[in-house]
């Protein structure tokens, strides 16, 4: 592992920390940091095209502390998060379209398979989780399954559109 520090691309008054990374390939990866400017916590967006060597900051309409970002290729990605809408970009993030509010408090975990199939994990009423499942690129969702839990902490991995696996935090 090597160790990349990020400096100097924020005005952030004190201590920051990332909450999430999603890189495309070796070059092009994307992370969000958090800190506290004038009493209220701020959150960045932060593209880099280098490896993580330099890193710029993105405008979002919408910033979440749970962020969940992926990209297919250097302009078409998705980002969604914890009380925030499912947005799209075709254009490497210099701009994120609305696509869908599916009415969730959290989301947890997202994975796509292709352009079009992907699923979420979010928190359904009162220690409900719902893993949701879209076809069309995040235009409309549906509940794939419903189930009590503990934890609202739930993540999700695919293989492929028949095999997954869903683990909660507790």
């Known amino acids: 592992w090597d160790i990349i ?27 969000q940091a958090q800190g506290w400017i004038s009493g209220a916590i701020r959150i960045r967006l932060l593209r880099t095209t280098d490896g993580g060597l ?13 962020a969940l970002i992926q990209f297919f290729d250097t302009t078409y990605g998705y980002r969604t998060g914890s009380n925030i809408p499912f947005f ?7 701009t994120w379209d609305l696509v869908s509010w599916y009415g969730y408090m959290g989301t947890f975990s997202m994975q796509f398979l292709t352009k079009n199939i992907g ?10 989780t719902s893993v949701i499942k879209t076809t069309d690129g995040g235009d409309h969702w549906f509940d794939n399954i419903t189930f009590q839990c503990s934890d609202l902490s739930t993540y999700l991995s695919f293989v492929d559109t028949l095999t997954g696996w869903i683990v909660q935090w507790t």
């Open 5 to 31: 520090t990020i400096n100097g691309f924020t005005d952030f008054d004190s201590t920051w920390s990332l909450s999430t990374v999603y890189f495309y390939d070796t070059n092009i990866g994307w992370t």
């Open 54 to 66: 330099t890193w710029e900051m993105r405008t979002h309409p919408w910033l979440s502390s749970n």
């Open 88 to 94: 799209r970009t075709t254009d490497g993030g210099e």
């Open 119 to 128: 699923w979420m994990s979010t928190d359904g009423p009162v220690l409900t």
